[in-house]
């Protein structure tokens, strides 16, 4: 998990998968003290009910990636500020965590040679 936190801190992305948001939840859930991991099903509820009209409008629509079974899984592909909007019905903690986390990538989005040293 923390390779997964690790990458995509690194990347300057616009979008955030339902997978690396659970990820990211459960990590500051596990910081937080709540040792009540969230499941990837209750996740995808949580979103479908958060973004119905979007989704039922085709703004927002399902994609998939393959379990370690082969099979094909649902999954969503959001906006930071829709991956923000699931927040909500975290913890503070984990809010603040998270909300954080995704305002680095931001930053590296508008500025993505900000940490990077010239070597002569």
Do not use: C
Request: hydrophobic share 35%; glycine share 4%.
């Amino acid at each position: 998990m923390n390779e997964l936190v690790t990458r995509i801190g690194k990347e300057p992305k616009e979008t955030i998968t339902s997978l690396e948001l659970l990820e990211l939840i459960n990590k500051f859930r596990i910081e937080d003290g709540n040792k009540t991991k969230l499941e990837h099903k209750d996740l995808l509820k949580a979103i479908r009910n958060e973004f119905r009209k979007q989704i039922g409008e085709g703004k927002i629509s399902p994609t998939s990636y393959k379990d370690q079974w082969n099979r094909e899984q649902p999954m969503f592909v959001l906006t930071l500020s829709q991956a923000r909007q699931v927040l909500v019905r975290e913890s503070k903690y984990v809010r603040k965590s998270v909300i954080h986390f995704l305002e680095t990538l931001e930053e590296k989005i508008k500025n993505p040679f900000a940490n990077l040293s010239i070597q002569q």
